[in-house]
C-alpha cells in the first residue's frame, strides 16, 4: 500500500516529537469567551502608501505604554506602524507584539493599517498586509492578538510560500498556489487534504478553535496566535489529540525557535483539555 501524505507528514511529525521533551507548565483557570469573526486574506495591492523593507526597519524612540499599573519597557518604534493615521498609544502597541513575535512576520510585512470604527470585519491579512479594525470594545490585549492571528498569515503567506520552480500542491490561496518546497507543507499536510477540505479521518479537536476549521490559512493563524500567547492553554489541549500535539510542536520547531513564547495575556487553563474556544484572541 502507497503510505498517503498524511500518513507521511504525521510519521515525520511524530518522529521529531519524540526527539523532544515535552515541558508542562503550571496553569490558572478563567474562563473565556467564544466570538465570532471574519478574517481574510487580502493583497497588499489594493492598498495605498506600502512600506518599504527598508522603512519597515527604521527605529525611532518607544512611547512608554500603561497597562494597568505597570509600565511596558521602552524599546523601539517600527516604521510600519509609526503611522500619522495610527493613534500614538497603538503605534507602541503595534510595535511591542511585533517585535515580540518571530521575524518571519516582520521580515515580510510591508503594509499595516488601523481602522477605527466598530466593524464586524475584526482583522485581514494577506502575504506582506495586515489591516486591524480598532472598535471602541478593543482591549489593548485583544488588539495585539489579533496583530498575533494575522501574523500567523504574513508568515505563512509570505514566508512560507515556496517557489514556483518546486512545483504546485493541492493547496491554493485563491488562484494562487502553495509551492511544493513551502515550509508550511508540514503543517497543513496534517489535517488538510486541500486548502479548505480535511482529511475524511480529521477530529474537531485537531484544531484549536472552531475557527480554525475554516481552511489550511485560518488553522494555521489560528495556531500561531495560540502557540504566541496562550501556550500553556495550547499544551492542555493536547491531550486529547495526538495531531494537535504535532501542531504545537511544528509551531515550535519552525516558527518560534524551539519554544519561545511571548507572555502579554493572564495565564489560565481551559475548562477542561477537550474545550476549544470560537476565537483564540478572545482568550484571556
Given amino acids: 500500500m502507497v503510505p498517503s501524505l498524511r500518513s507521511i507528514a504525521l510519521s515525520a511529525a511524530l518522529l521529531s516529537v519524540l526527539s523532544a521533551a515535552f515541558v508542562t507548565e503550571a496553569m490558572i483557570p ?149 509551492y511544493a518546497d513551502s515550509r508550511a507543507m508540514g503543517f497543513y499536510q496534517l489535517s488538510w487534504q486541500t486548502a479548505n477540505r480535511r482529511w475524511p479521518d480529521s477530529s474537531d479537536s485537531d484544531f484549536v478553535s472552531g475557527y480554525a476549521k475554516t481552511d489550511i490559512f485560518e488553522d494555521f493563524a489560528e495556531t500561531f496566535a495560540l502557540y504566541a500567547f496562550n501556550r500553556a492553554a495550547f499544551q492542555t489541549m493536547t491531550q486529547t489529540s495526538p495531531v494537535l500535539l504535532l501542531k504545537y510542536r511544528w509551531m515550535e520547531q519552525n516558527v518560534f525557535g524551539g519554544g519561545r513564547m511571548i507572555a502579554m495575556g493572564s495565564s489560565y487553563a481551559p475548562p477542561s483539555a477537550a474545550f476549544r474556544p470560537w476565537d483564540v484572541t478572545k482568550l484571556p
Avoid: W
Fill in 30 to 178: 478563567a474562563p473565556f469567551a467564544a466570538a465570532s469573526r471574519n478574517v481574510v486574506a487580502v493583497s497588499g495591492a489594493a492598498m495605498s502608501g506600502p512600506h518599504s523593507a527598508a522603512t519597515l526597519r527604521r527605529a525611532v524612540p518607544l512611547y512608554r505604554v500603561r497597562r494597568g499599573a505597570s509600565l511596558m519597557a521602552a524599546a523601539t518604534l517600527l516604521a510600519v506602524a509609526d503611522q500619522p493615521d495610527i493613534r500614538p498609544r497603538d503605534r507602541a502597541l503595534l510595535s511591542e507584539v511585533l517585535i515580540a513575535l518571530p521575524s518571519l512576520c516582520r521580515d515580510n510585512l510591508r503594509s499595516l493599517y488601523v481602522r477605527y470604527n466598530d466593524s464586524d470585519r475584526r482583522g485581514l491579512g494577506g502575504a506582506s498586509t495586515i489591516i486591524i479594525t480598532r472598535s471602541s470594545s478593543t482591549s489593548d490585549l485583544e488588539f495585539q492578538k489579533l496583530v498575533g492571528h494575522e501574523c500567523g498569515h504574513v508568515a505563512s503567506l509570505g514566508g512560507m510560500r515556496g517557489t514556483a520552480g518546486a512545483g504546485t500542491t493541492a493547496y491554493f490561496d485563491g488562484n494562487q498556489p502553495i
